[in-house]
């Protein structure tokens, strides 16, 4: 089992920042993935950004140029900083892992249990 606790959220003005926090516990692979998802009222939950134990990222098109996605491998944290923020990034945000199996796929994803970020004026 993965334990993920997050950190950071809250309310930020349009253009203003923010910064979440993960620590993810348990039995964690060598390899693994980890990042954020995102749910608004009345919508999917979405993925925001991801990143891989060797570096790789990857970004929904909304957040490209405005969030950044980091981690520390040895602490098995991961972090999202929000620069630019827009009233639409208001959202529950929710931390995620998978691990890479020995059978060579993805694991099921582990879950926090959410931050709430509002963009407000």
């Known amino acids: 089992q993965v334990q993920l606790v997050e950190s950071g959220g809250g309310l930020a003005q349009p253009g203003g920042s923010l910064r979440l926090s993960c620590a993810a516990s348990?039995?964690?692979?060598?390899?693994?993935?980890m990042g954020w998802y995102r749910q608004a009222p009345g919508k999917q939950r979405a993925v925001v950004a991801h990143i891989t134990t060797n570096g790789t990222t990857d970004y929904s098109d909304s957040v490209k140029g405005r969030f950044t996605i980091s981690r520390a491998n040895a602490k098995n944290t991961v972090s999202l900083q929000m620069n630019s923020l827009k009233a639409e990034d208001t959202a529950v945000y929710y931390c995620?892992?998978?691990?890479?199996?020995?059978?060579?796929?993805?694991?099921?994803?582990?879950w926090g249990q959410g931050t709430q970020v509002t963009v407000s004026s």
């Open positions: 995620y892992l998978r691990n890479w199996t020995t059978g060579g796929y993805w694991s099921r994803g582990y």
């Open positions: 348990g039995t964690i692979s060598s390899i693994n993935r």
